[in-house]
């Protein structure tokens, strides 16, 4: 009777297979720089084994100077690619096949860094204003339109905070998880202002994918979405697991870095305000991305007959609900 019972299990075991042998969909992500604190929902998800519990098996890329992600996701060379929102809409116009499917950043984290006494950030008008040349397709003609700034305000932007540093008079660009750091660390106390408290509209790392991908990989990209949610959720929690990834990934990455864009995320709420609180983490309205191509025509940067509502779609990031 026990060898009856012992070839039986035999049998079972073999014919149902274990958990860990079941099929995982691949999904190849890329993020839209060199690994950092700004990307660590992501790794969590990785760390965590996150993502394996929703069936999918993911590889992380990271992006860099030389890295085009969207052009890879046409090409089909990548599944989902991390790029800005305003990226996203260009490609339309470039009747390229792409479309976002969630917001990371709920809160564009580009800010203006000012010295100690600037109390506003009208008060710049007038003034140096170190800014890139990918500014004046971005975040410059709405700062001219809201607050009446001028192209002779401008001064060039090397990427360095060391002209700053020598200069009281001049305010530059920045992120506000990591020029702010390199400034306090060369002895100022800066003034950050956050465009998007100020009504700066777009997404920040949206989550892009080819349209065809929609119907075909539907499940798959809502699973992929919700696991980065809940990434994101533990991330802000405890970043020890995530962090420990980006390091290995990205060696130059200091813990004093990763502390710091870790703690401006959740002081800004960069990744869990605005709508998150009713909508859950990764989430996007259609207002918002109106309210985008809406600047973007009034500042006579978008093209005529374009249609810019592809470049988004809730059918994804709707049925995920992952809260702060």
């Known amino acids: 009777m026990t060898r009856i019972l012992i070839v039986a299990a035999l049998v ?35 760390a965590e084994g996150t993502y394996r519990k929703h069936g999918l ?3 992380i890329r990271m992006g860099g100077p030389q890295v085009n992600g969207l052009q890879l996701l046409a090409a089909r060379q990548l599944d989902v690619v991390m790029c800005d929102a305003l990226q996203v809409l260009s490609a339309i116009e470039q009747k390229v096949p792409v479309t976002s499917i969630a917001a990371t950043f709920q809160k564009n984290p580009t800010v203006i860094i000012s010295h100690p006494g600037v109390a506003r950030l009208e008060d710049l008008k007038g003034k140096p204003i170190a800014v890139a040349a990918a500014a004046n397709t971005t975040f410059w003609p709405w700062l001219k339109q809201r607050y009446g700034f001028t192209d002779s305000q401008k001064r060039p932007y090397a990427f360095s905070v060391q002209p700053f540093l020598v200069d009281k008079n001049l305010s530059q660009q920045g992120f506000a998880t990591s020029e702010p750091f390199s400034i306090e660390k060369g002895g100022v106390t800066p003034v950050v202002f956050l465009l998007a408290e100020q009504g700066y509209p777009p997404y920040s790392e949206v989550l892009a994918v080819r349209r065809d991908a929609l119907a075909r990989r539907a499940d798959a990209l809502k699973r992929f979405v919700a696991a980065s949610a809940e990434g994101w959720k533990s991330y802000l929690e405890n970043p020890a ?45 259609d207002r918002r991305w109106r309210q985008t191509v809406d600047f973007l025509r009034s500042a006579g940067l978008a093209k005529g007959g374009v249609d810019y509502a592809s470049a988004w779609t809730l059918s994804i990031v709707n049925d995920v609900k992952v809260y702060p």
């Open 57 to 59: 098996d993911v590889t």
């Open 12 to 46: 079972f075991a073999t014919a149902v297979p274990s958990v860990h042998a079941i099929a995982q969909d691949n999904i190849t992500f890329a993020t839209d720089w060199l690994a950092q604190a700004e990307h660590g929902g992501f790794y969590q998800a990785v």
């Open 241 to 285: 697991p995530g962090n420990a990834l980006i390091k290995r990934d990205n060696p130059q990455m200091t813990d004093e870095l990763l502390a710091y864009g870790h703690a401006k995320m959740k002081e800004y709420a960069i990744v869990t305000g605005n709508d998150t609180a009713a909508l859950g983490l990764l989430t996007m309205t």
